[in-house]
């Protein structure tokens, strides 16, 4: 272990970008936002659709061409994408265990997420007292509900898109894409920061849409979707307190879930977008875990919202500021900053250069020593999902008819 830094200490800090940031390069294409959707109310709700030809890409920071690119022509000392520089950002709200890796390699700093990182999946309630249940096999555990709450908001970020075909095409393409490949609706802005005269940092920023300025120009959105599940755990039903009491509905999320909004209002910051949409979906029955409506959709501008949630750009910046600092003094090498799982703080280890990579063959047990594992895996195949869905439905209480195209349609799971 090489360092040992209590949340305490990150309160405290603040830093001040003075720099605008510089965009170096813009990729992939976006959509046009569906207004209509800003009228969506719980008596009016749309059913939550799948998309399962449009892929979404999650990759990490030393794996990402663009940044390979810039590193190589030197442009920055510091490399990240926004989810983990947003991790890093809001450490102090974090309740659950998540690490980065850095690697320190010539005068740069890499930071990265590990294959299947906890940073792929949305949290749900994790700052809420009352704590969910471990048990994976349950539908209201921390981690069903985790990947339950990652297919919801990449959906609704795909629904609430115009399909007129339509797009805003970027300096160079998806870099993720493969010829033919359908990508989701992301643009990638790579944005660099000035932190002082030595250090400067290159990020990898999403945004998901664009609205038609009244003004003749473009507007950048971020799409996000809260996902109630529950509402007897909760203790307020959406269907319910959406239409007449919005503001007690979004303090309660801020409540049990501040961590994740906070990361989401870090990225639209980073960014640069000019508007955050958060969409509220709920299951169409507390048992139904396949099966969501969206409820309402709300627009926030990102600084507004920031001060609103007490999110200080300058704090966050501090937090980012000092970890950099850190580990610039260590020697070249790989590292890992760990979340711990039970006290607020973070630590920071040294590992072996070949830490987390598998390359290495396991000898297979004896076939009567196998057991197969249930998968977890967020990236589960359409087949088994839709094989999940069917039996659900077959031990659902038939409420209402569902026409076999549409429930083909309808019936994923994770």
């Not at 046009?32 to 990759?59: G, H, I, Q």
């Not at 979004?250 to 870090?266: F, Q, Y």
């Not at 507004?304 to 704090?315: E, K, R, W």
Request: aromatic share 8%; charged share 30%; with cysteine.
């Amino acid at each position: 272990m090489r360092e040992q830094i209590p949340f305490a200490n990150f309160t405290k800090l603040s830093f001040s970008v003075t720099d605008q940031p510089e965009d170096l390069l813009l990729c992939g294409a976006v959509e046009y936002y569906d207004r209509t959707f800003d009228r969506v109310n719980p008596k009016a709700a749309r059913r939550l659709e799948r998309f399962k030809s449009r892929n979404f890409f999650k990759v990490t920071t030393t794996d990402d061409p663009v940044i390979r690119r810039l590193a190589e022509e030197d442009k920055a000392t510091v490399f990240a994408t926004d989810a983990i520089l947003a991790a890093l950002m809001c450490t102090p709200r974090s309740i659950h265990s998540w690490d980065i890796v850095v690697q320190r390699v010539g005068n740069k700093l890499f930071f990265d997420k590990r294959d299947g990182s906890q940073l792929d999946l949305l949290s749900v309630n994790e700052t809420a007292q009352e704590q969910l249940p471990e048990n994976k096999d349950d539908i209201n555990s921390a981690h069903s509900l985790a990947v339950e709450a990652t297919y919801i908001n990449q959906n609704f970020s795909q629904q609430v898109l115009l399909r007129d075909g339509e797009k805003v095409n970027f300096d160079e393409p998806n870099p993720f894409a493969s010829e033919g490949e359908e990508a989701a609706s992301v643009g990638y802005r790579y944005r660099r920061w000035k932190l002082d005269d030595e250090i400067s940092i290159v990020t990898r920023c999403e945004v998901h849409a664009v609205n038609a300025d009244p003004g003749g120009g473009r507007q950048f959105l971020t799409l996000n979707a809260l996902n109630e599940f529950d509402p007897k755990i909760t203790g307020v039903d959406w269907r319910q307190k959406l239409e007449t009491q919005r503001g007690a509905v979004l303090a309660t999320e801020l409540k049990n879930n501040a961590n994740k909004l906070a990361r989401w209002t870090c990225q639209a910051l980073l960014a640069g977008a000019d508007m955050m949409k958060l969409g509220y979906v709920s299951r169409v029955h507390p048992r139904d875990h396949y099966n969501h409506a969206i409820l309402t959709v709300m627009g926030y501008k990102p600084r507004d919202f920031a001060a609103q949630i007490n999110l200080n750009t300058a704090n966050m910046w501090g937090i980012v500021k000092s970890i950099v600092d850190i580990c610039m003094k260590f020697e070249e090498g790989k590292y890992v900053l760990v979340k711990d799982p039970a006290k607020p703080q973070v630590r920071i280890y040294e590992v072996p250069s070949d830490a987390f990579e598998n390359d290495y063959v396991e000898e297979p047990l004896p076939e009567e020593e196998q057991v197969r594992p249930p998968s977890d895996d967020v990236d589960a195949t359409a087949e088994e999902m839709d094989a999940a869905a069917e039996a659900e439905a077959s031990n659902t209480a038939a409420g209402a008819t569902v026409g076999e195209g549409e429930k083909s349609a309808e019936a994923t799971a994770a």
